[in-house]
């Protein structure tokens, strides 16, 4: 969500998955992002999860549905194909441009040094961290983003923006852009 910069509208939880609704801010579309939840770390998900999905699609009127799951079932995965229905899964992300994860990137430092340290530094002196010598875990999460996004390695950016997205709901700061 983060990432696509959608609007975090609501949060429902069932016992076999959480569904966030979310509104993209350049456009009238309703999103509802399903995440799968199991107690079975190995769970998989199925032609069952894709046609519930659909029918609340259809209940409820959104423009748009994005599934996440562990793993996906190959007949799974061939009916949100079919349905054009997004996955995320272990094993596969969408495309997303490492310019965009970046500006994400950016944006989560940003916030996090604001309500950890009061304000976000512009250059390294400026650092609360930096200057009294402490290593600061946001600072080098954002060093560590910019070696990766220099060098093109999308992969390591989203998994500094999952650090980033942690951090923030660890430290109970208030979702950004209404929501992650």
Avoid at 16 to 44: C, G, H, M, Y
Avoid at 105 to 114: A, G, H, Q
Avoid at 149 to 174: C, H, Y
Wanted: glycine residues 4%; aromatic residues 8%.
């Amino acid at each position: 969500m983060a990432v696509q910069n959608y609007k975090f509208e609501a949060r429902k939880k069932s016992d076999q998955w959480v569904d966030f609704t979310a509104s993209d801010p350049n456009s009238t579309e309703k999103i509802l992002l399903r995440l799968i939840e199991s107690k079975q770390a190995a769970t998989v998900v199925g032609v069952d999860a894709v046609r519930k999905i659909l029918e609340t699609m259809q209940k409820r009127q959104f423009d748009k549905v994005i599934l996440v799951g562990r793993q996906f079932t190959d007949a799974a995965q061939e009916e949100m194909v079919e349905k054009k229905i997004q996955r995320i899964s272990e094993d596969y992300m969408p495309p997303v441009l490492p310019e965009r994860l970046y500006l994400t990137i950016n944006e989560y430092v940003d916030k996090l040094c604001k309500a950890t340290c009061g304000k976000a530094p512009q250059e390294e002196a400026e650092c609360s961290g930096f200057s009294r010598g402490a290593k600061c875990e946001i600072r080098t999460i954002s060093d560590n983003a910019a070696f990766h996004f220099e060098r093109g390695w999308a992969p390591l950016l989203r998994n500094d923006l999952r650090q980033l997205v942690s951090m923030q709901q660890q430290t109970k700061i208030p979702q950004f852009r209404g929501g992650s």
